[in-house]
């Protein structure tokens, strides 16, 4: 950390402005914040404090330099070239290993201050850039006709296993599709018992569409005919055992990472909090306002909510993981109880002995 402040300090001493959106700086003698490349007088390194986030400068009660506006999110011209540079490297060069000491390099800035000038930019770290890109260029590809190994290989992608990897979420139905209620769709469907009442799986043949539970079979048949009302959905147990025997597995206590395909549209705001939700190790929680930390706005802690209230694959992306600020429950889409339930079933399994 004071290594850090005093790459900060040495950025304010020279008003460098690909600084700016990095951090702020605070001065504790006025009780102002400024951008390091506020053309204002540089005070004493004793009174100077940093922050991340101009949000966090306020909320310890400093206020906005009238002559930089550091609470506005307008970037300088320079700051936004040397993104698009780095985009542009990154774009030729995904078959290589791509660091962010290797990006750092190449922008003439330390890996720690580019991932944050690079994230404020683009709202994207860069190696999320970098997987975006690979799966652009796998796409067109295999549009242009190249096999699915030509193309894996073309697009930097090193295993067929990193390609499933990365691209499972993401090859979903597209937004047309889903517009049309799924129009053209061919959708399996099973209802089991489970743990927690009644679960209904359904998929396609790219990955799961819809997992919902329940007490009543007919209640959750008419939630996905609703969902899919133009699909043609069909009940058969034995094309989806394999994900059904998963899922019953990990309800149990079996199979701790639940990793299954999955077939669903959404928007880029709910894969970013469906990804970091898949994140949260097994047995643990995080908050609405930790996810939206995690993702670089604390202001969309409400958005963060939405989008685990409108998740369509329960437990395949565990919304059930993701709690309030005081450690409550909070709700659940498919009851508070089931919620409970599922946290603690999870916690006592992860205390469990590997064997």
């Known amino acids: 950390m004071i290594l850090q402040e005093e790459e900060y300090w040495q950025a304010v001493q020279q008003k460098d402005i690909h600084m700016d959106g990095v951090f702020v700086y605070a001065v504790r003698s006025t009780g102002i914040y400024c951008h390091p490349s506020c053309p204002s007088r540089r005070p004493r390194r004793e009174q100077v404090a940093f922050f991340p986030l101009p949000e966090q400068a306020e909320q310890a009660g400093f206020r906005p330099c009238r002559r930089c506006q550091p609470n506005q999110t307008t970037t300088g011209e320079a700051h936004v070239d040397l993104i698009q540079r780095i985009c542009r490297y990154i774009e030729q060069h995904l078959e290589e290993p791509l660091t962010l000491t290797t990006l750092g390099e190449q922008a003439g800035m330390s890996p720690y201050h580019l991932q944050r000038v690079f994230k404020h930019i683009m709202s994207i770290t860069p190696h999320q850039y970098a997987e975006a890109q690979r799966l652009k260029q796998f796409k067109e590809r295999l549009k242009e006709g190249e096999t699915v190994t030509t193309a894996m290989y073309d697009a930097g992608y090193s295993s067929t296993s990193r390609l499933y990897e990365r691209t499972a979420t993401q090859l979903g139905m597209t937004p047309v599709v889903y517009q049309r209620g799924g129009h053209g769709m061919s959708i399996h469907y099973t209802i089991v018992d489970s743990p927690l009442g009644r679960l209904l799986v359904a998929g396609t043949e790219k990955g799961v569409c819809s997992v919902c539970i329940g007490e009543v079979d007919t209640d959750l048949e008419a939630a996905l005919f609703k969902e899919y009302p133009a699909a043609e959905i069909t009940h058969d147990s034995s094309i989806l055992s394999e994900w059904v025997n998963a899922l019953l ?91 409970q339930q599922l946290l603690q079933q999870e916690r006592a399994s992860a205390l469990q002995p590997i064997r």
């Open 249 to 339: 597995e990990h309800l149990q206590g079996q199979q701790p990472h639940l990793a299954l395909p999955i077939d669903v549209q959404a928007t880029a705001f709910q894969w970013k909090v469906w990804k970091e939700l898949q994140a949260i190790p097994y047995g643990e929680t995080r908050s609405y306002g930790a996810i939206a930390r995690a993702l670089g706005d604390t202001r969309k802690a409400r958005a963060v909510a939405q989008a685990c209230a409108t998740n369509p694959v329960a437990l395949v992306i565990p919304c059930h993981r993701v709690v309030r600020e005081n450690g409550e429950a909070g709700g659940y889409r498919w009851g508070r109880e089931r919620k």
